[in-house]
């Protein structure tokens, strides 16, 4: 029953049973989620490996038939609980107390049926006891294992870049077994990053909180697939703000600050300091006043809230059909002209890149006798129209050779 539940909390957790997918995620989930699923794999592991307080079925079995007993063991029966562990071993290392446990229930019934197996008579409850006891043994070994994956790392190289411009460092970590090391990301790479990714989000939903009977929520967001999900802790990491949520299909995951707290104190410096230089710097300054607008609590009465919607409606799609209906006499304000000067930094192409870039591999019938097939490689970044005047900057040759340091 507990390993039952155990796989169910496990998909209602992480979408999958997928071992790769599990272990994946794991490392940023929340630890006392990752001990109670630990528990209850535990509690199926005991009853497998026949250890305290599960472990009187063993002994009881042994005294039966001797083919029985041999089926008992040679079936790996009592080893599968030893198996389950080992196996789930990368997601144990995250639960101290979990570990404790195995340790202490081992370490225990090593002891205990160790002692048992001494005032027996019948040379197959001795067996049984001993048997016991050894599984006892391999499960302290199971724990030592999982610790000894948590701390088994190595630092591989740390590289330098541009300090001077807001840059900080890359360091790149290599584990030798199972955590994968996250850069420390630069502040021009955040910035090109959240060009191509970051979305500044107002949602306005219905309310009887205030007299406005609107609930106003900024919000600051990147939407990635499950297997960056690394990428997006190292932001998290960056900003020291926000969570991180995973969609129901895990395919998905999003990383999310909703406190207007952190949003002034936090995202709109680092923006203000490393402005965007896409259109989205437009969304960002019609997002930065609708906060203003709530900071200053101007957003709890009328006035205050047509300022929001007129502001909302310029901000990416506009309003819903339903806040169209609701405020017909909204007028969007003009959104604000966006120039392009230049690249400021390479770092922000990396992370440009990173988000909007494509590395493809072409393939096309060859005219020549010779060849059968012709080969081209091929990086191209795709933008609506209205960032032309970036992609022109972009541009290799508006870069000069300084695209070959970047890649």
Not at 60 to 88: C, D, F, K, Q
Not at 146 to 154: E, I, K, P, R
């Amino acid at each position: 029953m507990g390993l039952t539940i155990g796989f169910f909390a496990i998909f209602a957790l992480f979408g999958s049973l997928n071992y790769a997918t599990i272990f994946t995620i794991g490392p940023f989930m929340n630890e006392t989620v990752i001990t109670i699923i630990a528990l209850l794999l535990l509690i199926g592991a005991m009853a497998k490996s026949s250890q305290i307080p599960l472990h009187s079925w063993l002994p009881g079995s042994m005294e039966g038939p001797t083919p029985v007993s041999a089926l008992i063991h040679a079936a790996t029966l009592v080893t599968a609980g030893v198996y389950l562990l080992l196996r789930s071993s990368p997601l144990l290392e995250f639960s101290p107390t979990a570990l404790l446990v195995i340790t202490l229930l081992g370490s225990t019934t090593a002891f205990f049926a160790a002692t048992c197996g001494l005032v027996q008579n019948d040379l197959k409850r001795i067996i049984a006891f001993s048997t016991i006891s050894q599984l006892g043994y391999s499960w302290v070994l199971d724990s030592k294992i999982s610790t000894f994956l948590n701390y088994s790392s190595s630092y591989r190289k740390i590289h330098k870049v541009n300090k001077e411009n807001g840059s900080y460092y890359f360091r790149k970590e290599q584990h030798t077994l199972s955590k994968v090391v996250k850069p420390f990301l630069a502040s021009w790479y955040i910035t090109g990053f959240t060009d191509a990714e970051g979305c500044f989000s107002i949602s306005i939903a219905n309310s009887k909180k205030n007299k406005t009977r609107l609930q106003i929520n900024p919000v600051f967001s990147i939407h990635l697939h499950s297997k960056d999900i690394f990428l997006l802790k190292n932001i998290k990491d960056y900003f020291g703000v926000g969570i991180i949520n995973l969609e129901n299909n895990t395919k998905s995951v999003s990383y999310k600050i909703f406190s207007v707290t952190d949003l002034i104190n936090v995202i709109i410096p680092h923006f203000e300091k490393y402005p965007l230089i896409s259109q989205k710097q437009a969304d960002f300054l019609l997002w930065k006043e609708i906060i203003k607008i709530l900071a200053n609590k101007e957003h709890l009465n009328q006035k205050g809230i047509n300022k929001i919607l007129a502001l909302r409606s310029s901000l990416n799609l506009g309003l819903s059909p339903s806040l169209k209906n609701r405020f017909p006499n909204i007028i969007p304000i003009s959104r604000p002209k966006v120039v392009i000067k230049n690249i400021p930094d390479l770092i922000w192409i990396l992370g440009f890149s990173e988000g909007e870039g494509c590395f493809l591999i072409n393939k096309q019938r060859s005219n020549t006798k010779n060849l059968e097939f012709t080969i081209w490689l091929e990086f191209s970044i795709t933008l609506h129209n209205r960032d032309q005047a970036l992609l022109e900057q972009i541009n290799p040759a508006s870069l000069g050779g300084m695209w070959k340091y970047l890649f």
